[in-house]
């Protein structure tokens, strides 16, 4: 017969066993619980049309296959900041600034620029503002995998290489033409960003389908797409009239907001 003692530690033993198996239970119900909420949460703001694709907090992730190790850094034309991650387009001179930030596999940022575009750059060359393009390229790990991203920002390196207008222009093109499906990685063939190029007049220089074919500006790149994440932005499309947040989503899926109410957000939110 086993003793007092031998009979204490055998049930001490249990108890333990089974405050363990509960503890592990309770964790996985967190994670189960946290997972479906994560997972409501973004079909709940995709259906609401918030407009605001959201980045990890992580940050870019693992290494690409067309990273920096690819070859040197090369800061194209026209660009302007540390390691020139600002893409600026308008007059130098204004008084206003609007900041864009971007993904090119966003959804929401095709539809910004498809129904604002026109009015962005009509206002920045009237001189109401100068723009600042900022760049994301979250989606290529977000989305499990890809290199679209990259490999549009790349060409679009190449682009305002050639000039402000070239990239404009360009980017006009690259979101008019944006995979139904955020998940198909489009961009991700350089066959497709050459042949998109193509309407771009004058924009199929030999030194833009090198910087194309070759990832010239890949280096470049991955110090725009990291300073998404350094900056705290949090989401594409993001859009700040002198650094103040405005909201250019419609909340009818990707559509934006129209151009009157965009030119009305704009002027409530200059500072003086």
């Not at 980045?55 to 690409?64: E, I, L, R």
């Not at 206002?123 to 979250?138: I, K």
């Not at 030194?207 to 110090?223: C, D, G, H, I, Q």
């Amino acid at each position: 017969m086993a003793t007092s003692s031998t009979k204490d530690r055998r049930r001490a033993a249990r108890e333990r066993l089974r405050a363990r198996r509960e503890a592990r239970a309770r964790r996985a119900g967190s994670r189960g619980r946290l997972l479906l909420g994560g997972a409501v949460a973004a079909v709940l703001a995709f259906a609401a049309g918030i407009g605001v694709h959201a980045a990890a907090s992580s940050g870019p992730g693992g290494s690409s296959p067309d990273g920096p190790a690819g070859g040197p850094f090369v800061q194209p034309a026209h660009t302007t900041g540390r390691d020139g991650i600002v893409i600026p387009y308008g007059r130098a001179d204004a008084r206003h600034t609007l900041t864009v930030w971007v993904d090119a596999r966003c959804p929401f940022c095709a539809g910004f620029e498809q129904g604002l575009g026109a009015t962005v750059k009509e206002q920045a060359d009237a001189g109401e503002y100068r723009v600042e393009y900022r760049f994301a390229t979250f989606l290529d790990t977000s989305l499990g995998g890809g290199q679209g991203s990259r490999r549009a920002l790349n060409a679009l390196g190449a682009a305002v290489n050639e000039g402000p207008e070239k990239f404009v222009e360009y980017l006009r093109v690259l979101f008019a033409n944006h995979p139904a499906q955020e998940t198909e990685d489009r961009f991700g063939a350089t066959a497709t960003l050459l042949e998109l190029a193509d309407g771009v007049p004058g924009l199929r220089t030999p030194a833009f389908n090198r910087a194309v074919k070759e990832l010239t500006y890949m280096p470049w790149v991955e110090k725009v797409g990291q300073a998404f994440y350094d900056e705290n932005v949090n989401g594409t499309p993001s859009v700040f009239v002198d650094g103040r947040r405005i909201t250019v989503n419609s909340g009818r899926g990707i559509e934006s907001i129209t151009p009157d109410a965009f030119r009305a957000l704009v002027t409530e939110n200059r500072r003086p």
